[in-house]
C-alpha cells in the first residue's frame, strides 16, 4: 500500500504510468503476478483516481474500462487473482454509484466535457453488473461439491473455498448497494431465475448462491421478497405434504437447497418481514421437527435469521450518497460523487429499531415455538418423558437459536446478589449502559425460563448419560448465551473490527485523515460502537442465578471427557472475567478436588481444576489473583496437590500444566498491598469533588462518622493483609517440610516463597533461615533462588543512611553561572580526581564529600544536592550479634560457620555451563549485601577462599572470586577509613591484581 498516500500530492505522475502498466497486465493470461500486482497498486489509488479533480481531470474516465478488464480476474483456477479481483471490483464499486446517466446528455447542459464523456459511458454499468454476475454463476457451478470432492472427501467448506465465499458476498453485496433502482431491478431477476432454476448441494454452491440473494434481498428487501418468499414456501410446502418428510434421515436435495434460500433472504429490514408471517411461521412448524439434522438445522437458521431481523438495532443502508440514487437527473446528477467522501455530521443513518408490532412478532414465535421445547426438556428432565438423544439435541438446537436471534430484547439474568463476598460501605452495584431496548416486563422473560430447563436437563444428563457429549455440548453455548449475549458475540465483533481497520487503512485519505472517510465505512464504525456497547458487560453484579450457573460450568470443567471440559472452561474464563469478586465464591470449590485428604477425586477432575486455575492467555489466572483472601488458599493447595492420589508426575499433560501453572504466576504476580491507608488530603480532596456542583454528584458526602468507621475498617483489613501474607509465608514453609513432597511440588513452593519478598516489610525469621540453609541445597535451581532470595533479603535489612542537602557553589566557593557550561569547571573540580590531593588521613576522608552519581555536575547540578551526612550521624559498624535483629542474627550465624561458608564456595565455584559461564549479578549483590551490612565481619572466614580461588586458573574459579571480590569493592561504601585504608585492604588489592593477571594470561 505504499502508493497509497502518494497520488493524492502527485496523481499524474502515479497514476498515468501505472494505468498503462494495468491494461496490458489484464490482456496477458500467461503473468498472473503481475496481473495481480498492478491491481493491488489500482486499489491503493482509487479515491485519487475516480475523484478527478483538476491535477488529473481524466481519472474517472479510466474507471469503467478498468472494471470491464477486470472481470476476467473471476477465475476458479487462480485463488489469488480471484480476491484481488473481488477486492479491486468492491473498491471501486464502493466509490462510484452505479447509475446510467447517459439520458442527462439530452437533459442538461451545464456538463464539462469529462462529465458528457462520464454519462455517455455509465450506459454500460448495466452491462459491466450482468457480466460480473454471469462470472459469479460461473464461479459457483465450478464450485460444486460434485467438481471439487472425492466422494470420501469431507462436504464442509474449505479455508480457500470460505475465503472466496466471503469475497463473491461482500463483493456483490457492495455492487448492488451502489447500483441504481433499474439496474438492480434486472440483477435481481437474474440472480432470482439462477437460484430457482437450479438445485444446489447446500455446502458450497448453494451457500454462495444463497449469499448473493441474501445480498439483493438487503439492498431492496420488498422487491426481492416478493419474489423470493412465495417461490420457496411453496416449493417447501409441496415437499413436506406427506408426513413421511418428517421421518426421513436424507431429504430431497430441492427440499435443503429451498429451506437455505428461505433461511438467507430473511435476513432484511424486520418490518419488510411482517407481511409474510402467515407463510412463515408455518414453514417453521412444518420443518423444525424434521429428523433429517441438516432439514432442522437449516429450519433453525430460518427461525434464528427471522428473529434477529425483527429484534435487533441496525443500520439499513450503506448508499456512498445519504437518501440513495434514485432522483431525477435533472436535479441530482450522481457522476459528481465519484469519490465522495463521507460527511460525520451528517450521515443520516437510517436505522432499524424493533417496532410494537415486531415485538409482539418476536415473542409470539417464542410462545409458538420456544415454549413447547422448554415443555418437553423440561419433562425429561423431571423423568416424567422419554426423548432419544437426537430429540435432545434437536430441541436444544431449537432452543438455542430462539436464544440468539431474540436475545436482545430479553432483559438479563435477575436474582439476589451474593452477600458476605466484600465487606464495604459504598454500594457495589453494577452501572448499567442503555443499548436502545426497553425491556416488556410484562412479557415472560424466556432468558429466566430456559436458565431454569438448562440446569435440570444438565444435571440429569451428568447424572444418567454423561457420555451424551453432544447435547452437553450444546448446554454448555445455551449458559454462554444465557450469562453473556445481548445481540452480537466477542469473537464475531473482533472479526468484524480487524475487518473494518483493514478496510479503512486501505481507502483512507492519508492527507486529510479521518476527515475524508467514506459514507460506508463511517456508518460501519457507528455499528461497531453501538455493538462495542453492548458487549461491555464487566463489572456486573453477581447474583445467585449466576452463582448456580457458575457452578454448574465448574462441574462441567472438572468432567470426564476432555472436549466438555475445555468448552465448559472457556465459557467459565469469560464469565470470570465479567462478575465482581465471583472467584472468591469459585476457588474453595476448584480447590477441593487438589487437597490430597480428597480421596475421591478422579484424574479427570484433578486435571479440570488446575486448567480453571491457570485460566486462558488473556482472561482470569485464579492461582494469582490480587486479592490476599484467593492466593493465600491457592498457592498452598498447589504444593499440597502433589501429595493428592490423582496427581502422577508419570503423565506429561500433568506435568506440562504445573510448569505452566509456575510460569504464569512469576511472569504475571504484583506484589499485594499491606497497607491501603488514605491521607488525608486525598479525604480533603473527594470531599471537595462530591460538593462539586458541576457536575453534581449523586452520592452524598459522608458524615464525620462514616469517615471514623471507614479508617477503623481500614486499619482492620491492613492488620489483616498482614495477617494474612503471614500466615501464606508459614504455611508454604510447612509445606516444604513434608518430608514426601515430590521434588518438582517443593521447587515450585519455593518459587512461590521468593515472590512474597517486599520492600515495605521484611520477610519472617522463619523463611530467612530456610533461604540462608537453601543456600547450600543440592538441587542447582534450589541454590539459584534461594541467592536471589538471601540477595533481597539483604536489602531489606540495609539500614538507612543520612543525608542532608548541600549546596555546590558554596562547597566550590564560586558563583551560580549564568548559562549551561557543560565539562570542566569551578563548580564542578571539588568532586574531580585529584591525584596530588589524596586522601591519607582520617580527618580528610571524613570531610570529602563524595557523589556516587556519575552524571552530576557535568551539565548541572540537581535542584535539590542529597549527600550523605557524616560519618557520626550515620548508622554505627562493627556491630555485635547482641544488637542484630533475629534475621540479622541468623544470616550472622551461617556466614560465621567455616563449614557453611566452605560449602557454598564449593557450589558457587562450580561450573554451570562449561564455556558459557559469565558473570552472576545475583551473586554479585549477595556478596555485596554482606558486605555492607555486616562491614568486614566475615572477611576472617572468605579469605582463605579468596586466595585459594585466585590462585586456581580453572573460568569457574575465577568469576567465583571476582563475584567476591567486586562485592566487597561495592560494599565497602560506608566502611570507615580504617576499614578501607591502603593498609587495611592491601591483601584484598594484591588478590584482585592476581584475579585481573589470571584474566590477561588466560585471554
Known sequence: WTSSPCPVSRVPAIVSPLCSRTYPAMETLTEPHQLTATLSCMIGVARSLVSGGRRFPEGPTHMLPLLMRALPGVDPNDFSKCMITFQFIATFSTLVPLVDCSSALHERNDLSEVERELCSASAEFEDFVLQFMDRCFALIESSTLEQTREETETEKMTHLESLVELGLSSTFSTVLTQCSKDIFKVALEKVFNFATTNIFETRVAGRMVADMCRAAAKCHPVESLKLFVPHCCNAINQLTVSDDVLREEELDKELLWSLQLLSEITRVDGDK??????????????????KCKQGYSLSCNLLHHLLRSTALIYPTEYCSVPGGFDKPLSAYLPIKDWGRPGDLWNLSIQWHTPSAEETAFVFYILDTLLQPELLRLQGHAEGQLEMSRDDILQSLSIVQHCLLGAGSLLPALDG???PNLVPSMVSLEETKLYTGVDYDTSRENYREAICRVMRKLLHHILEHSEDDT??????????????HFKGSHKHEFDS?????????????????????????????RVMLQHELRKLTVEGCEYRSVHQN?????????????????SKAQSVLFTALGTYNFCCRDLIPRVLEFLWPEQQHVTQQQFKGALYCLLGNHNGVCLANLHDWDCIVQTWPALVSSGLSSAMSLEKPSIVRLFDDLAD????????????????????AIAAQIVQTPLPLSSVPLPSAQDVETGRERQR?????ALQKYEKLVHTL??????RNLPWKFEHICIGFLSLLLRDDHPLPPPAVRFFVQSLNHDALIVRKMAISAVAGVMKQLKRPHKKVELNPYEISGCEEPGELMAGDRKDNRWLQYDGKNLLKTQEAWEACRFVEKTHWGYYSWPRKLLLYAPVQEQPPLGRSRDEMNEMEQIIFDHFSDPKFVDQLIKFLSLEDRKGKDKFNPRRFCLFKGLFRNYDDAFLPVLRPHMERLVADSHESTQRCVAEIIAGLIRGCKHWSFAKVSPLSLSHSLQLFHSLLEHKRVSN
Open 273 to 290: 418481514l411482517l407481511p409474510y408471517r402467515p407463510q412463515l411461521v408455518p414453514i417453521l412448524r412444518r420443518t423444525l421437527h424434521l
Open 416 to 418: 439476589q446478589p451474593v
Open 470 to 483: 453432544k447435547s452437553l455440548f450444546s448446554i454448555i453455548k445455551i449458559i454462554g448465551d444465557l450469562l
Open 549 to 565: 450457573l457458575l457452578r454448574d460450568l465448574l462441574r462441567l470443567s472438572t468432567s470426564t471427557y476432555s472436549q466438555v471440559r
Open 733 to 738: 514453609l510447612e509445606c516444604l517440610a513434608q
Open 716 to 720: 482492620a483489613r491492613n492488620q489483616d
Open 664 to 683: 504464569k504466576i512469576h511472569r504475571q504476580y504484583e506484589t499485594i498491598g499491606l497497607d491501603f491507608s488514605v491521607a488525608d488530603s486525598t479525604l
Open 496 to 524: 468484524r473490527w480487524k475487518s473494518f481497520n483493514l478496510v479503512k487503512k486501505s481507502m483512507e485519505n492519508r492527507l486529510h485523515g479521518r476527515k475524508q472517510h467514506i459514507r460506508a465505512l463511517l456508518i460501519d
